[in-house]
């Protein structure tokens, strides 16, 4: 069983940069796909970046492709997205998650979620 705990979010404004962590406990957290997905409010919750379990594949939503960056150390069972250049529209929950498949672009994709974090981007 894996439980995860996202950390980093808050408030800042369009322009700026966030770092958002998930930490992850159990053991065999480097055997998990982990990926962000987000939700604003309104709206279905919706894929953001996922990268394999060792780090060598990423892939991106077009909507963040080039701004965010997503990363894992395995040693410290953390994944992270580092946001860059951020717009309002980028304003959502975002979940941690984790999946014992080969790709987790979907919802459906992931086997255990985090509580989310807030990110609120102001203009």
């Known amino acids: 069983q894996v439980q995860l705990v996202e950390s980093g979010g808050g408030l800042v404004q369009a322009g700026g940069s966030l770092r958002l962590s998930c930490a992850a406990s159990?053991?065999?957290?480097?055997?998990?796909?982990m990926g962000w997905f987000r939700q604003a409010p309104g709206k279905e919750r919706e894929f953001v970046a996922a990268?394999?379990?060792?780090?060598?594949?990423?892939n991106y939503a077009e909507s963040v492709e080039g701004r965010f960056t997503i990363s894992r150390d395995n040693a410290k069972k953390t994944a992270y997205l580092q946001m860059n250049s951020l717009k309002p529209e980028d304003t959502a929950v975002y979940y941690c998650a984790a999946g014992r498949g080969l790709l987790l672009q979907r919802r459906d994709e992931a086997d255990h979620w985090g509580q989310g974090t807030q990110v609120t981007v102001s203009s």
């Open positions: 990268i394999s379990w060792s780090g060598g594949t990423t």
């Open positions: 159990g053991r065999t957290f480097s055997t998990y796909v």
